[in-house]
């Protein structure tokens, strides 16, 4: 039997950032992935970080890389009906965005936190969540058991934690969206310096980055599109139909190296905490990723939860893990809003021309009037977090 305070199951960003922060503010604790440390650092993920994020990372200790290799971003382009508009988030809202890919944070989280995770953890169960905190997981065929005080629930949408609670205690909210995103990295120079959200009349387009050197792009696909009927060049030429003329003459081509389509869905669980045991980052909700929310979502229950575990543990106060679940929803349910909107701001919901005129007066009225540029750069740059 071990022994700890807070037992994180997941090696995800929330896992490893909520061991880091634990760590180092004294509280104990044991991270359970069930994964081997190379194939979670393979995973290809989102890249742009709110800067409350960038400040949680680099008070946890480990932003060095992020802050010195990351690229500082000030706004970003919308293009629709064929021209373009610039959000001065910066100038807006005061606030930085910054680049850095979620496996580079994801290697330096597992470099800083390597001594308190098991990897390869197999079958891990939650023995008891009401009563006790125990969890147990099975490492080379032999059962370990952990008890500790708190659990935390950090093992993504698909883990054992939100399945361990009775469906009676928890309600799911869920929107499913009608497509996909196909997504293509590769070493060409990103098109723009910033990022780039298009709308079309033949699907959303993105453009985006992970360094000078390196491109992130994606296009809106059919859900049931597959990776293989997509060879590069056709890719390159449907994002370049789904570009104003300007950028494609910026438009580096070059050889994918990866390429897959994900679905995109809105998914809340309520209440994210069930006695001892709290639900943090993917393990409780979804957002589509247009506006790169999901790392930033799981970043900020990290930081709610850090905040309230501390006060527990070093000053035997309850209040703070007491809101946790009202707290972190808050914000959980604004950038699930936003994200929602923002999905249905820029895609092909059919072949509709009503649809598609909506979107070209909203995006139209957002770049000409100050309050439309100032909502979306507000919750594009991150809103802020509610008072303990
Ligand atoms: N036992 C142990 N570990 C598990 C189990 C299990 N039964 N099930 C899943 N895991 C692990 C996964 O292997 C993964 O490493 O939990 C981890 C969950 O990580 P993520 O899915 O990355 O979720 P999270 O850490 O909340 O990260 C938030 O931000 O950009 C978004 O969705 C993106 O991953 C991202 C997320
Ligand atoms: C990415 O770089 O992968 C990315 C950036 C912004 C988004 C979504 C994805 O809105």
């Not at 389509?261 to 709290?278: W, Y």
């Not at 957002?287 to 575990?309: F, I, M, Q, W």
Request: one cysteine or more.
């Amino acid at each position: 039997m071990k022994k700890t305070q807070v037992v994180i199951i997941g090696a995800g960003p929330s896992g490893l950032l909520l061991s880091q922060l634990l760590a180092r503010d004294g509280v104990d604790c044991l991270v359970l992935e069930r994964q081997a440390r190379p194939y979670v650092e393979a995973r290809i993920r989102a890249g742009l970080l709110e800067w409350t994020t960038v400040e949680l990372i680099r008070d946890a200790g480990v932003g060095e890389r992020m802050l010195r290799e990351g690229l500082v971003h000030d706004g970003f382009d919308l293009a629709f009906d064929g021209r373009s508009h610039r959000i001065d988030v910066k100038g807006l809202t005061g606030k930085n965005l910054l680049v850095y890919g979620q496996s580079e944070l994801q290697k330096d989280l597992g470099d800083a936190s390597a001594d308190r995770v098991v990897w390869e953890a197999a079958d891990v169960r939650i023995e008891d969540f009401t009563h006790a905190a125990h969890v147990s997981y099975l490492k080379d065929g032999v059962r370990e058991v952990v008890e500790a005080e708190y659990i935390a629930g950090c093992d993504g949408y698909h883990g054992i934690c939100r399945a361990s609670i009775p469906r009676d205690r928890v309600v799911e909210h869920e929107r499913v969206y009608p497509f996909g995103w196909l997504g293509v990295l590769a070493d060409v120079p990103p098109l723009h310096h910033e990022l780039v959200y298009a709308n079309h009349e033949r699907g959303f387009a993105l453009c985006s980055q992970r360094s000078a050197t390196r491109s992130r792009y994606y296009i809106q696909c059919a859900l049931n599109d597959q990776v293989e009927k997509w060879d590069d060049d056709r890719f390159w030429d449907e994002l370049a139909r789904r570009l104003p003329a300007d950028y494609v003459a910026k438009l580096v081509r070059g050889p994918s190296i990866e390429k897959s389509i994900a679905p995109l869905r809105s998914f809340v669980t309520e209440p994210m905490r069930f006695d001892r045991l709290f639900l943090v980052g993917d393990a409780a909700h979804i957002v589509p990723p247009t506006g790169a929310k999901g790392l930033n979502l799981a970043a900020s229950d990290v930081r709610v939860l850090h905040e309230g575990l501390v006060d527990y543990f070093r000053r035997q106060n309850d209040t703070l893990l007491a809101a946790y679940s009202s707290r972190a929803l808050s914000r959980v349910w604004k950038a699930t809003r936003f994200s929602w909107w923002f999905t249905t701001l820029m895609h092909r919901f059919g072949d509709e021309t009503f649809a598609q005129r909506l979107q070209v007066a909203e995006l139209d009225w957002i770049a000409q009037s100050a309050a439309g540029s100032a909502a979306m750069a507000e919750n594009y740059a991150g809103l802020p977090f509610a008072a303990g």
